[in-house]
Every structure is written in C-alpha cells, then in structure tokens.
C-alpha cells in the first residue's frame, strides 16, 4: 500500500477527530470512534479493516 494512501487514511481520521472534538466528547456516540480507529490502524499499518470486510462480503 502506497504511502500516499497512508496519509489519505490518516488525515481522515484526524478530520473525524476534529468534528468529535468540535461536538465534544461526551455528545458523540461510541460508534464513532470505530472508523477512527480502524483508520488510524489502517494508516499505521497498511491493512485496511474496511477493505477486508468488502472483500469477505464479495463486494470487491
């Protein structure tokens, strides 16, 4: 995985952080924090959770 997508991954998270943070913390459901996590991983890493689930669905 290039590192270009790496960066696109984690400024993702960083824009979804900010609109949490612009929400507050204690407003935002728990959810939320699951892409930013899987995106943040995705960005360390190079494995992307999402694009795994696709593939597992036959939807890539």
């Known amino acids: 995985m290039g590192s270009a997508l790496k960066v696109q991954f984690l400024i993702m998270a960083v824009m979804i952080l900010v609109g949490i ?9 728990w959810f939320l924090y699951v892409p930013v996590a899987a995106l943040i991983f995705a960005a360390a890493t190079g494995i992307c959770p999402g694009l795994m689930v696709l593939r597992k669905l036959g939807l890539q």
């Open 21 to 29: 943070t612009l929400t507050g913390f204690t407003v935002v459901h």
